[in-house]
């Protein structure tokens, strides 16, 4: 069974930083890609950043220059290294790995300006 858990979500005043993981259990994590997605109230859910299984990114051009997609194999986890936050980022924070249609519980990202 497919699991992801995020965690290193929180309260941070705007221009801050976070720094996001999600850990995977019950895939061969290094064969796939994984993303971060987010999700505002009252909006839809929207990518932020994609990782390849050899590390290649992309981003939102929202996120472009600010937010740092990584991935630690040896520890089926992935990162998302949020800087210079802005209050248009605060959403529900979400890992999902592309090829399969399971999600975590998401992590909670609050930007106070």
């Known amino acids: 069974q497919v699991q992801l858990v995020e965690s290193g979500g929180g309260l941070v005043q705007a221009g801050g930083s976070l720094r996001l993981s999600c850990a995977a259990s019950?895939?061969?994590?290094?064969?796939?890609?994984m993303g971060w997605y987010r999700q505002a109230p009252g909006k839809q859910r929207e990518v932020v950043a994609i990782i390849s299984k050899d590390s290649t990114t992309k981003y939102a051009d929202s996120v472009k220059g600010r937010f740092t997609i990584s991935r630690d194999n040896t520890k089926n986890t992935v990162y998302l290294q949020m800087n210079s936050l802005k209050p248009e980022d605060t959403a529900v924070y979400y890992c999902?790995?592309?090829?399969?249609?399971?999600w975590g519980q998401g992590t909670q990202v609050t930007v106070s300006s």
């Open positions: 999902k790995c592309l090829a399969f249609i399971y």
């Open positions: 019950g895939i061969i994590f290094n064969a796939y890609p």
